[in-house]
């Protein structure tokens, strides 16, 4: 069982790759480097009432910076590793990262870093560190201040001066500062003008105790389409889902259904879902709307996803929903264990 974190140790600041730290190329923006100088730079640009409020912090570079549109479940593992290899000696971690799949990343670190019990928050930007008008210097200092935060005890995302759960956000803008939302929970906390606040009652850590249980599988597997991701369109035919989920190497599947959670009324669909279920292959329903949860039942329409053995995501976001899936498939659990789990909130995912 861990003492806690040491309040007096620096930040640990990962940098995996992203806008934040491109630069401009003669084709375009790349990867830059010498990203602990540059960011020390463009925190020196901050009024000096703010740069006073920032922890001491040092820099660690992964050893391949990537866009993120490149991140695969192999990246997420080894990230995790890194987290559960330095995390001892550092009072919070900051991840900086790509925003394509950051909300990707952030679900998948919850799960495999069950229990942290201090700050993980994963920031990025929409425009590079040293571009007029960057966003990336103000994420950067108040991830940086939430890190300090021994309350905070979780995997978040801290971007546009808001602080949210890591496996209940997505990516909503493609070009706007404030690129995320957490559509069916409520901020962590905020950037209130030069202060950072955490709202009570709403964090891990005001729910549940104990030490950190991280479970760290191997992903190698399942990186590889071990997963699938399936949105119901009209006209969508029971071979179309053959070919998905009767293929060997899948084992599991998000299924992006209509509304509260309907499906057409086709007896061949509702057989190939029955098939891939009783193959114990793990499938999962959430609703195509954003916002709102699935609920099986409420029409008829969707009655078929349960006697098919489908589970229910309630509210979980498409990411979170596919990195638990990840994440269970690599364990070695029974089936009804792996089922039971999947319908149990263990990050405060749903």
Known sequence: MTAGPDLDAPILVIYTGGTLGMVQGPQGLTPGHDIEARLRRALATLPPARQASLPAFEVLETDRPIDSSSATPRDWQALAALVARHYRRHAGIVILHGTDTLAWTASSLAFQLQGIDRPVILTGAMRPLEAEGSDATANVADALRFAMTPRLQEMTICFAGRLLRGCRTRKWQTQDAAAFESPNLAPLGERVDDEVVLYPGRGLADHQRGAPRFELPDYAPLAAGGVVRLALWPGLEAWQVEAWLGDERVKGAVLEVWGGGNLPDDPALIGALA?????????????????????????????????????????????????????????????????????????GER
């Open 275 to 347: 098939r891939a279920s009783g193959e114990g292959k793990l499938l999962a329903a959430l609703s195509q709307c954003p916002r709102g949860a699935v609920a099986f039942g409420d029409y008829a329409a969707g009655q078929g996803l349960s006697d098919a053995g489908v589970l229910s995501a309630e509210d979980m976001t498409p990411e979170a929903t596919f990195a638990k899936l990840v994440h269970l498939l690599a364990q070695p659990l029974e089936e009804h264990e792996r089922r039971g789990r999947f319908l149990t909130p263990l990050v």
